[in-house]
């Protein structure tokens, strides 16, 4: 049923290219589910470069933020025995598929590009399976945001919230003023994005017990009472068509003033850009309040998985160097709303808000306040992941209080551990 949902497309910008007289550098099917305006924007500059370079380019886009639906199809494509040979990858689920030996090892393109010097330990962590290259970061994205469309924020006092309670005093006004004050789509991964950010605002410490190393205390405690208190808190400012809206339906809505801000990844600013605005101007972008100084993140990078073909291995290493360049790494990144992966590529191409996610992003790896997203795939395996996910957006729907929740949190990470 995935396999005949999916799209596949061959790009005629590498058809393109070939036809003007380029000799073919192999050919890549990308399985991945960047399909929104902007992701789709983005996806173009990687796609230009790779027909630059030769390299043809099967498109496999499936769609659903967060790539749950994605990584379904993968696993459809591995079990008929024709696995795609380059995927969009999150986290926990590189180290899944390394663990069962279905990824290339790129060791020799990164050790002649010097990857080892300039991508940060937090993603090496998932690129890096037993000491070996098996992905290419492409990215960094960060959970902790929130979009404010900037008009609604001045009608609302003009001062962006810091705190819960700044926060809350400006969805009232927002309310008061007649739209919606939080715009969002109930899909289990979004309520988790949010859920990522309150965790977060209640400390460092607090964030790494409960989502990275699951201590039971944290999870099932007052503190985590209150998370879930917060979460009702929050869900009573979106609207009432909210259930299973789209990431990026929600970001339009900020975007047009239809709803007054979006808590979301920064690949939101994707969308904002994509419809001519402004950071600063048009929209603004703060932390999650109560989360500046910490930030947690997400990765995207492209996994090769093995292939026989020794045209398609090279087209895979191709790809993985692409990906790795520090002007491709600029030019993507601007538009896809992210920071690059590697550390040594300037910000001047990059909005404020760009620049503040560059900034924030070295602030929190130096002081030790960096933490994977558990919403993305980068606290805990899928499997727990999974769990947490039921039981944020049970709550979320009205089905736990916030005692229940934090009990069924324990019980759930109990039972998929
Ligand atoms: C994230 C991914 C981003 C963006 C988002 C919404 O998991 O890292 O690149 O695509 O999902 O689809």
Known sequence: MFMKSVLRITVSAAVLALGGGMASAGNVEVLHWWTSGGEAAALNVLKDDLASKGVEWQDMPVAGGGGEAAMTALRARVTAGNAPTAVQMLGFDIRDWAAEGAL???????????????????????????????????????????????????????????????????????????????????????????FDAVVLSMGNDFYKASMIDLDENALGGDTMVEVFNRMAKLRSYVDDNFSGRDWNLASAMVINGEAGMQMMGD???????????????????????????????????????????????????????????????????????????????PN??????????????????????????????????????????????????????????????????????
Not at 119 to 134: E, I, N, Q, R, T
Not at 297 to 320: G, I, Y
Not at 384 to 397: G, L, Q, R, S
């Open 104 to 194: 290339a090892n790129l060791d020799d393109v990164a050790t002649s590009e010097g990857w080892d010097a300039v991508v940060p330990d937090a993603l090496k962590a998932f690129s890096k399976y037993d000491g070996h290259w098996v992905a290419a970061p492409v990215n960094v994205h960060s959970t902790n945001w929130v979009w404010i469309n900037k008009k609604a924020l001045d009608a609302a006092g003009g001062k962006a919230p810091t705190n819960w309670d700044e926060l809350i005093a400006v969805l009232d006004a927002m309310k008061a003023n007649g739209i919606t004050p939080l715009a969002h789509g109930g899909q289990a991964w979004q309520d988790a994005t949010i």
């Open 267 to 345: 690949w939101a600013k994707g969308e904002f850009l994509r419809a001519d605005q402004v950071p600063g101007k048009d929209f603004v972008c703060i932390r999650f309040p109560g989360t500046q100084g910490s930030v947690t993140f997400n990765s995207d990078q492209f996994a090769m998985f093995k292939v026989n073909d020794p045209e398609a291995q090279k087209a895979q290493k191709l790809m993985a160097s692409a990906v790795m360049s520090p002007v491709f790494q600029s030019a993507f990144n601007v538009v896809k709303g992210s920071v690059p992966a590697r550390t040594d590529v």
């Open 348 to 417: 001047d191409a990059f909005d404020d808000c760009g620049k503040k996610g560059m900034a924030d992003l070295a602030e929190a790896n130096a002081n030790g306040s960096l933490f994977g997203s558990m919403a993305h795939g980068h606290a805990v395996p899928a499997s727990i992941k999974n769990a947490m996910y039921d039981v944020v957006t049970a709550h979320f729907n009205g089905e736990y209080d916030a005692k229940e929740a934090a009990a069924e949190l324990v019980a759930a990470v109990a039972d998929a551990k």
